[in-house]
Every structure is written in C-alpha cells, then in structure tokens.
Nanobody, 127 residues
Framework: QVQLVESGGGLVQAGGSLRLSCAAS????????MGWFRQAPGKEREFVAA??????????YYGNIVKGRFTSSRDNAKNTMYLQMNSLKPEDTAVYYC??????????????????WGQGTQVTVSS
C-alpha cells in the first residue's frame, strides 16, 4: 500500500513561485513511479510531470502544458517528491495531485495508469 500526502499549496501572485511536496509512505512505495496532475474547476485532470527511477538512474517527464516553468524532483532520504513551480500564471490555478503508478517509463501521462492518489492541494494564482 502507498500513502501520498500533498502539501505546499496556497495563494500566490502571478509571476511568483511555489514548491509542492508529496510525502510517500508504505511498504512498497519504492516500486512506483510518481506523477503530478492538476484539475481546475470545469476542466479534466491533466498531466503535469512524473519521476521514475531504477537504482541511480532517474528519468523525469513533463506535460506540454507547463512550458518549461515547472520542475519535478525527488528526495530519496525523505521519501518525498517535489514540484517546483515558477513564473506562475492565473491559469495554473487548480488542485494539484500526486499519484503513484506501476509504469516505469511509458504510460505516465495517463491518469488511468496510476493506482494511488493523494488528496490534493489547492494552488491559487492571482493576477
């Protein structure tokens, strides 16, 4: 079982930055790739980024929507994944979720390929 808890959301002005954290726990959490999704009111859930690893090799994938402004990373010692969000825009306003997937390289952009989800954290960007 994998448990995921997001934190770090809040209100920020356009052009500002936020760093989201996803703390993972569970006896088999290391077997999963980790991803970020977001969902705005009236919109479908969309892929933001994902991190997968095998030993010392880490691969990071990004959705086209972030336009190079976001960076996803992991801290193995803390069992935590981060999403650094820079140059935030009002259209980035959404609930951001982290999730765990058994896929290791492909298929990480599809919400249906994730088995565990956090509760989400609200990000609001004001103009």
């Amino acid at each position: 079982q994998v448990q995921l808890v997001e934190s770090g959301g809040g209100l920020v002005q356009a052009g500002g930055s936020l760093r989201l954290s996803c703390a993972a726990s569970g006896r088999t959490f290391s077997s999963y790739s980790m991803g970020w999704f977001r969902q705005a009111p009236g919109k479908e859930r969309e892929f933001v980024a994902a991190v997968t690893w095998s030993g010392s090799v880490t691969a990071t994938y990004y959705g086209n929507i972030v336009k190079g402004r976001f960076t996803s990373s992991r801290d193995n010692a803390k069992n935590t994944m981060y999403l650094q969000m820079n140059s935030l825009k009002p259209e980035d306003t959404a609930v951001y979720y982290c999730a765990a997937s058994p896929y290791r390289r492909t298929g990480l952009g599809a919400p249906g390929n994730y088995e565990h989800w956090g509760q989400g954290t609200q990000v609001t960007v004001s103009s």
